[in-house]
């Protein structure tokens, strides 16, 4: 039996413009996501050169959660299979999308980079192709909003291929509210990394405010099982903005906390049950132990 390898793939925060890196809406106008991987990990241990079905996988956050654990898992599969190959991120990626793909799971592209390559990404989708951004924030923007950006599970895992079919099967049909609500989500992706570069804490709120715009004009039951939690922060001045992770309709949240509110925030999250998930930057993406 040939030595076993463990591969671990960090999941991500996705901060605006999730939903345009999947199809159609690239090919018909474009997406553009900004986002960013942290120290929770997906690890996959098999064999090198090991298909899917043959590797064992361990999750550091819930499956559901709208971390993009799919997506790293692929990452790390891909890595696994074409291990001494030598490819770069960007090809695992696209392993890892495909691996998605084949299955029949209707899923954009945005989870896959962020996984393979670590960091923050701003990327630009078109078609089937990923172009790669400039994008660096400035340092004390990463201290602001590692120190002010909570991730909370909800505890409520959501499907999301049942929330894509839903979503997409109106936008085929060509229902204004969903299209429009996409445009306002893949608009808001250049003000989060223009704020992020320049430190302009305002942009980064306002985005998040027209990315949650944009999710309720998508279909508003996406962000139920949020509010009862959310809005009395909001209401209250102890949260600035916030967004649902992922799909949404359930796992994550993105909270971001005013100046004062960070206590508050926590206390409310803790008291309706949900999980406070601890994080940090990952800047490195999937790598290999050892």
Same mark, same amino acid.
């Given at each position: 039996?040939?030595?076993?390898?463990?591969? $671990?793939?960090?999941?991500?925060?996705?901060?605006?413009? #999730?939903?345009?890196?999947?199809?159609?809406?690239?090919? %018909?106008?474009?997406?553009?996501?900004?986002?960013?991987?942290?120290?929770?990990?997906?690890?996959?241990? @098999?064999?090198?050169?090991?298909?899917?079905? %043959?590797?064992?996988?361990? +999750?550091?956050?819930?499956? @559901?959660?709208?971390?993009?654990?799919?997506?790293?898992?692929?990452?790390?599969?891909?890595? /696994?299979?074409?291990?001494?190959? =030598?490819?770069?991120?960007?090809?695992?990626?696209?392993?890892?999308?495909?691996?998605?793909? =084949?299955?029949?799971?209707?899923?954009?592209?945005?989870?896959?980079?962020? $996984?393979?390559?670590? #960091? +923050?990404?701003?990327?630009?989708?078109?078609? =089937?192709?990923?172009?790669?951004?400039?994008?660096?924030?400035?340092?004390?923007?990463?201290?602001?909003?590692?120190?002010?950006?909570?991730?909370?599970?909800?505890?409520?895992?959501?499907?999301?291929?049942? /929330?894509? %079919?839903?979503?997409?099967?109106?936008?085929?049909?060509?229902?204004?509210?969903?299209?429009?609500?996409?445009?306002? /989500?893949?608009?808001?992706?250049?003000?989060?990394?223009?704020?992020?570069?320049?430190?302009?804490?305002?942009?980064?709120?306002?985005?998040?405010?027209?990315?949650?715009?944009?999710? &309720?004009?998508?279909?508003?039951?996406?962000? &139920?099982?949020?509010?009862?939690?959310?809005?009395?922060?909001? &209401?209250?001045?102890?949260?600035?903005?916030?967004?649902?992770?992922?799909?949404? #309709?359930?796992?994550?949240?993105?909270?971001?906390? $005013?100046? $004062? @509110?960070? %206590? &508050?925030?926590?206390?409310?999250?803790?008291?309706?049950?949900?999980?406070?998930?601890?994080?940090?930057?990952?800047?490195?993406?999937?790598?290999?132990?050892?």
């Amino acid at each position: 039996m040939a030595p076993q390898i463990e591969v $671990s793939a960090p999941v991500r925060v996705d901060l605006a413009g #999730g939903w345009t890196d999947v199809g159609p809406y690239p090919t %018909d106008f474009g997406g553009e996501v900004v986002n960013f991987t942290i120290n929770r990990y997906v690890r996959v241990t @098999g064999e090198p050169g090991s298909e899917a079905k %043959d590797v064992e996988s361990a +999750f550091e956050v819930p499956r @559901g959660s709208g971390l993009g654990t799919s997506s790293a898992m692929n990452v790390a599969v891909a890595a /696994i299979m074409s291990h001494g190959e =030598d490819k770069y991120p960007e090809e695992l990626a696209e392993m890892a999308f495909q691996l998605e793909a =084949d299955l029949g799971n209707f899923c954009g592209r945005q989870d896959q980079w962020a $996984s393979a390559r670590g #960091g +923050f990404n701003h990327l630009l989708f078109i078609g =089937d192709s990923v172009e790669i951004m400039p994008f660096e924030p400035m340092r004390s923007a990463r201290i602001w909003l590692r120190k002010h950006l909570l991730v909370a599970y909800s505890g409520t895992s959501r499907r999301s291929g049942e /929330i894509q %079919d839903s979503v997409w099967g109106r936008y085929s049909e060509g229902n204004e509210s969903v299209i429009d609500g996409l445009q306002r /989500i893949r608009a808001a992706a250049r003000p989060m990394a223009n704020g992020l570069q320049q430190d302009r804490r305002d942009l980064v709120v306002q985005s998040f405010k027209d990315v949650c715009e944009g999710v &309720d004009m998508i279909d508003t039951t996406l962000h &139920d099982p949020f509010r009862g939690v959310v809005e009395p922060l909001l &209401d209250s001045g102890s949260l600035a903005a916030w967004k649902a992770l992922g799909a949404g #309709g359930g796992g994550c949240a993105a909270l971001l906390c $005013s100046p $004062s @509110g960070r %206590d &508050d925030a926590i206390a409310s999250i803790e008291g309706a049950g949900w999980e406070l998930i601890e994080w940090d930057y990952d800047d490195e993406g999937v790598r290999i132990a050892g």
